[in-house]
């Protein structure tokens, strides 16, 4: 499903931009530098904010804090900004196709990019870039102010002349828009608006802090096509600083009212030419587009959005689907040229329809739902300044109903740090920080008392996240984020973070809501829901005898879709796929526009009277929610794709491993989109299939059920620690008997100690055995090596060791490489004065790896037969007390 942006008529949309502006000024703003020794701020017209004398060379890094002085408009403007640490990924890399197909990729790029506050105003709002000028928008709680380099100054080091715009205010009530423009133009929301009572309830879940608090993070990738690159004059680095200047807008839009930061992961530039051919239709440019991601863009992101120097046919500044977040195919949006600050808000847009949020100007008129900021507007409105800076309550709504129904869940995954050095305050624990709340007003709200100065507070051990209360980590098995719906899973919290696991959910194909409907990306899909999401919760899908009567016949009343004039007959097996039909519905969807009127039929099936009604609903010229939509089932172990009923496992679900076969997860547990199980309570392992009771949760604060990795580790752990107990008391035990026996055997007399020999009972050492640990690599005369260490066997000898993986026995065979032969029915004897210490190197001819030795004797003592040892021991004896 696409939705579009800037969705206003042409001819309106082209006088906005000729009136956007009050006035415009040119100046040259300065940089205020802090003294040396002093408070006073000196100022200059050098507004360059590279790091002086960067060890680097390469004059990349931008200092943290800066403020400017742009004096317009009778008034003195005090920027104070701070870099936004939150714009690149650590893993943040730009790429250019040159010609002859040559790509040059750089990890990293130039970070100039800052948001603030203008002094003394802390309604105010600043971002800006610092590359080449200052370029990028403030806005004084009154009027918003766009400033950029002038054109024909742009050649020069410094930048010193600049133009300042002022805002207009220019409202085009929707009262006198055309009538065609209401009836096809307007763009209701997808997400219906719960009642405020509902959402209360919602708010008031077991689980301490739900979506709507929880910061999210879109992983953004922009690719800035041919014509994109042309009008930042043939520069690679131009046309990168202009598409991270818009994202730094975009991101301060979304970041206060939504929680939600956008993080650039990636960009591309195609200076060459065009890896597809620009249509004017942004709908086919998304088709294409999305097209190309999957089959050519390698990074992992939530969205990726392409900036297009083209100017789309009509109104439209743009596409991009409703709700396509996540998603390889549908998780991206085209938006065409503009002006920094028009396409920030443009590009806000596209990224709103992804993430579940749409326009509706129908409920805008009606007062029901209001954009508080008149003055300014609303971001996916069309009044009001040029630069909106809010949302709607209705689309914060929209957004949060999009959350819990179990979209977004990859909106959770936060980055594990960000491209720049470590600092404080920016919100990510970085290296060398114990904690990082954010800012100070941040903090105040959450972590004050934990954290101070990035450093944690006595006794602490986390200062926010879901998994931190009261400056302590949750007990594990905490749940953190509950599940929204049949197809999800909750989220627990592992015990020793502060982070709640990443947001998962049911592998697509489980069934849900009964056994009525299938998971699908995460939402449980039937006919009937899709009826009470477009006419009401009254309205219920009508009877199957409805879809067989009616969708075969290929009528308005009934069909599998529409080419061009002509409506499609289902096939019989497909019936159940095509023209949704549903009972009791009203005049007025509650969503979308109704294309055309809706058909009721009466059918009669064994005396029963069934009402078989429908209708198109269109959010846009292509979407038309009045049909069943993909992944509803339409069978046992059947789903609709494309108005055709197919088997389930013509998906090729991936599926969870499963030591019992037939099974997923061994049957005691569910597999997740990440293709992991997730096990039941007192179920643990990678595929759940061992037993482990425990206590009650509320006695120990632990739950197994929720990872299968943390489940592992606690049960190798405790049967590791077992064994090293038994091992002790056993080696113990051998100990006492040992001499226990040797007292025993030994007769009566006075005994010394044989210098050098201080623990042995041997008087001498056999022949052929050498005492010198240096010729530990000599042979034995009975053929054996002395050397305990072997080589890591060759490939080709891996066969030979183990078996399905594992080693073909677990007890060493006394085959120590030279002859390769196996002594049977003997043991070798260590002597009692040598340690040992396991290595993981394996021998060909050993089961069970080398043993790495320390011994003072290189080799262990040869057997010595029962009358052998009586001599000696006697000889000994003789030895010692002869002394």
Request: charged share 25%; glycine share 10%; proline share 4%.
């Given at each position: ?618 959010l846009e010229e292509d979407v038309d929610l009045g049909y069943v939509e993909d992944g509803t089932p339409c069978g046992p172990q ?231 040892k009586k001599v000696n021991r006697q000889s000994a004896r003789l030895w010692e007390t002869s002394i």
């Amino acid at each position: 499903r696409c939705g579009q942006a800037g969705d206003a008529s042409l001819m309106e949309l082209e006088k906005r931009k000729e009136n956007r502006f009050l006035e415009r000024q040119s100046i040259v703003p300065l940089r205020l530098i802090y003294r040396s020794g002093g408070e006073d701020e000196t100022r200059h017209d050098a507004l360059d904010t590279r790091v002086r004398g960067d060890p680097g060379g390469r004059q990349l890094t931008h200092v943290d804090q800066a403020s400017f002085q742009v004096d317009a408009f009778g008034t003195s403007f005090i920027l104070d900004v701070v870099l936004n640490h939150d714009l690149l990924s650590s893993e943040y890399v730009e790429r250019h196709i040159e010609h002859g197909g040559k790509t040059v990729e750089v990890k990293g790029g130039e970070h100039c990019y800052y948001q603030g506050h203008i002094r003394g105003n802390p309604a105010s709002f600043v971002a800006l870039s610092t590359c080449h000028g200052l370029h990028g928008m403030f806005y004084d709680g009154n009027h918003t102010y766009l400033i950029e380099p002038e054109e024909n100054d742009t050649t020069q080091e410094d930048f010193h002349f600049h133009s300042v715009y002022k805002s207009r205010l220019f409202e085009f009530p929707l009262d006198d828009l055309p009538s065609e423009f209401q009836q096809v133009n307007i763009t209701p929301p997808k997400f219906i608006l719960k009642p405020r009572p509902k959402r209360s309830k919602r708010q008031l879940r077991r689980y301490p802090r739900n979506v709507e608090e929880e910061t999210k993070y879109i992983e953004l990738m922009i690719v800035n096509d041919h014509l994109m690159f042309k009008k930042h004059r043939l520069s690679v680095v131009h046309t990168n600083t202009y598409a991270k200047s818009v994202v730094n807008m975009a991101d301060i839009i979304y970041k206060d009212q939504l929680k939600t930061r956008i993080v650039l992961v990636a960009m591309e530039t195609w200076a060459t030419d065009n890896k597809f051919a620009i249509s004017e239709n942004p709908l086919i440019t998304l088709r294409e587009f999305m097209k190309y991601r999957r089959d050519f863009i390698k990074e992992k992101s939530d969205a990726v959005h392409l900036f297009s120097g083209s100017q789309f046919e009509s109104s439209r500044s743009g596409a991009a689907y409703i709700g396509g977040i996540c998603s390889l195919l549908k998780g991206g949006g085209v938006n065409e040229f503009g002006k920094t600050d028009l396409m920030a808000v443009t590009l806000a847009q596209s990224l709103a329809h992804n993430i579940g949020i749409i326009s509706d100007k129908r409920k805008l008129a009606s007062g029901e739902c209001k954009c508080e900021d008149t003055w300014s507007g609303c971001i996916m409105g069309d009044t009001g300044y040029y630069l909106p800076k809010k949302f709607t309550q209705c689309n914060v709504e929209e957004y949060h109903d999009f959350l819990n129904s179990g979209g977004g869940a990859c909106l959770f995954n936060k980055p594990s740090k960000l491209l720049d050095p470590p600092e404080c305050g920016n919100g990510f624990i970085e290296t060398g920080e114990e904690c990082d709340c954010g800012t100070p007003a941040e903090c105040v709200l959450e972590g004050a008392e934990c954290c101070k100065k990035c450093t944690l507070t006595q006794d602490s051990q986390c200062s926010d996240g879901l998994c931190c209360k009261k400056c302590k980590f949750q007990p594990m098995g905490t749940v953190c984020r509950e599940a929204v719906n049949d197809c999800d899973i909750r989220e627990t919290c592992s015990g020793n973070s502060s982070q709640c696991a990443p947001n998962i959910h049911k592998m697509d194909g489980y069934s849900c809501d009964g056994v009525q409907g299938i998971c699908f990306g995460g939402r449980c899909k039937t006919r009937d829901r899709q009826c009470k999401y477009i006419w009401g919760q009254k309205v219920t899908a009508s009877d199957k005898y409805c879809y067989e009567k009616l969708n075969i016949e290929g009528t308005e009343k009934g069909n599998c879709g529409k080419n061009k004039d002509t409506w499609i007959q289902c096939n019989k097996r497909d019936v159940l796929c095509g023209y949704l039909l549903c009972t009791n519905i009203g005049n007025i969807p509650r969503l979308g526009e109704l294309d055309g009127e809706i058909t009721s039929t009466l059918v009669v099936q064994q005396g029963r009277t069934l009402n078989c009604s429908g209708g198109h609903v269109k959010l846009e010229e292509d979407v038309d929610l009045g049909y069943v939509e993909d992944g509803t089932p339409c069978g046992p172990q059947m789903m609709c794709l494309e108005h055709r009923c197919l088997p389930v496992a013509s998906f090729n679900f991936s599926t969870c491993l499963s030591s019992k076969e037939g099974t997923i997860c061994s049957g005691n547990g569910v597999c997740s989109n990440e293709l992991k199980c997730v096990c039941n309570r007192h179920w643990i392992g990678s595929d759940c299939n061992t037993y482990f009771p425990h206590n009650d949760d509320a006695k120990t604060g632990i739950t197994l059920s929720g990872n299968g990795v943390a489940g592992t580790n606690i049960i190798i752990g405790i049967i590791a620690g077992t064994i090293l107990v038994l091992a002790l008391i056993l080696g113990i035990t051998a100990w006492g008997y040992k001499n226990y026996r040797e007292q025993r055997q030994l007769p009566q007399g006075d005994y010394v100690k044989k210098p050098g020999d201080g623990d042995s009972f041997y008087s001498d050492i056999p022949p052929g055995v050498s005492t010198n640990s240096a010729s530990s690599s000599k042979k034995r005369s009975n053929g054996l090596s002395h050397s305990w260490s072997e080589r890591i066997p060759d490939t080709k000898h891996i066969s030979d060791i183990c078996e399905n993986g594992r080693p073909r026995s677990n007890s060493w065979q006394g085959n120590l490489g030279g002859n390769k032969k196996k002594i049977r029915g003997k043991r070798f004897r260590p002597r009692s004065n040598s340690t040992e210490t396991l290595s993981p190197a394996k021998s060909p001819s050993s089961s069970t790896g080398s043993i790495a030795s320390s011994r003072k004797y290189p080799y262990p003592m040869p057997p010595l037969p029962d009358e052998e040892k009586k001599v000696n021991r006697q000889s000994a004896r003789l030895w010692e007390t002869s002394i």
